[in-house]
């Protein structure tokens, strides 16, 4: 068995795990729905006051798992990724490719108004810097997707 496609893991997920890290290195991870550029920027709408989102506010560092939870054990294939977070700063931009993964499925569009100070959620960016996939004999293969 040679290591999988990511991109395919990538194009066919519609939630991530996001680990984050409190100020004081507690760990906690959240099932986040998300949309991809060029599979190093990842997208996703939360409240700020989510646990995960305080802990990027005080930690940007995120670790990121995306698998396909239906596979029988052995038929396994994931993608991690380390990556720094934050709230997105050209919210624009980063609506225009969450809203097309939204589109594609059949959701909603999400507009600037719906992520702004006042609404309840905001969008969140995070991009990659090493990017592995599950090898052979459940290794990690590095890669660039």
């Known amino acids: 068995m040679s290591a999988p496609d990511g991109r395919e893991l990538v194009d066919a997920a519609r939630y991530m795990v996001l680990g984050t890290a409190g100020a004081d290195g ?3 991870v959240s099932p986040v729905w998300f949309a991809h550029a060029g599979y ?6 939360s409240a700020p006051e989510a646990r995960h989102s ?3 506010a005080e930690r940007p560092e995120v ?10 054990p052995g038929d396994a294939s994931a993608v991690y990724m380390e990556a720094a977070a934050a709230q997105a700063e050209d919210v624009e931009a980063g ?3 969450f809203n097309a993964e939204s589109r594609a499925q059949g959701l909603r569009e999400w507009t600037v108004d ?7 959620h ?4 995070a991009v990659a810097a090493r990017q592995w996939v599950l090898g052979e004999r459940d ?4 890669v660039e997707l």
Request: hydrophobic content about 50%.
């Open 26 to 28: 507690t760990p906690w």
């Open 40 to 45: 190093r920027e990842l997208y996703w709408v």
């Open 54 to 56: 305080r802990n990027l």
């Open 63 to 72: 670790s990121v798992a995306i698998f396909d939870s239906h596979v029988i």
């Open 95 to 97: 609506l225009a490719v």
């Open 114 to 120: 719906d992520v702004s100070e006042r609404a309840r």
């Open 122 to 125: 905001r969008l969140f960016r």
């Open 139 to 142: 290794t990690r293969v590095e």
